[in-house]
């Protein structure tokens, strides 16, 4: 953490309550922070304490893996969108323009691309191409089995991403 690297002597400097700054500390906070503490598992991991129990016995043989893989950076997915194109294109683009990616496990409209790229300055992201999804959401969409003409209310609509891989498969048939 930042606090770590910083010499822990300037504690009114860091916590002044300045502009921005956390707000001053009472004694035993400051007594706290000054002080080494050894670094335990649920801290270098990034759990609460109070958890590891279920932590270990969901994880009984990769806890740390399973753990790591929690905090590290999420991959890059993104929709093919079926109502403009397949994935056997978007493939070819891809491949042509020398972006590593993987085809989803459980959707084939889902591309996991192995580093985030500046998306919006590809041709088929501008172009309505790809969506950026994830494939846990397209697998949701998948599994509800819509077709063309159907009704169907998307109840936990955020930014609408499902909703439009919903349109897509209705091929723009329905409500």
């Known amino acids: 953490s930042v606090w770590a690297e910083?010499?822990?002597?300037?504690?009114?400097?860091?916590?002044?309550?300045?502009?921005?700054?956390?707000v001053v500390l009472d004694e035993n906070e400051r007594q706290f922070l000054i002080q080494s503490h050894e670094m335990q598992p649920h801290h270098r991991l990034n759990y609460p304490e109070w958890l590891e129990g279920r932590l270990q016995a969901r994880f009984p043989n990769h806890f740390v893996d399973?753990?790591?893989?929690?905090?590290?950076?999420?991959?890059?997915?993104?929709?093919?969108?079926?109502?403009?194109?397949?994935?056997?294109?978007?493939?070819?683009?891809?491949?042509?323009?020398?972006?590593?990616?993987?085809?989803?496990?459980?959707?084939?409209?889902a591309m996991i691309l192995s580093?985030?790229?500046?998306?919006?300055?590809?041709?088929?992201?501008?172009d309505g191409l790809v969506e950026v999804q994830d494939e846990a959401a397209q697998l949701a969409v998948e599994l509800c089995d819509i077709h063309p003409g159907q009704q169907v209310m998307d109840l936990c609509a955020g930014a609408g991403g499902k909703t439009i891989a919903i349109a897509a498969l209705m091929k723009n048939k329905g409500q």
């Open 6 to 22: 910083k010499d822990r002597s300037d504690v009114e400097g860091v916590f002044s309550g300045k502009e921005h700054a956390p």
């Open 115 to 126: 580093e985030g790229p500046r998306i919006t300055d590809w041709d088929v992201f501008k």
């Open 66 to 109: 399973e753990l790591e893989s929690l905090n590290g950076r999420a991959p890059f997915e993104v929709r093919v969108n079926l109502g403009k194109t397949t994935p056997e294109k978007v493939a070819a683009i891809l491949k042509q323009d020398d972006v590593a990616f993987t085809t989803g496990k459980w959707v084939k409209t």
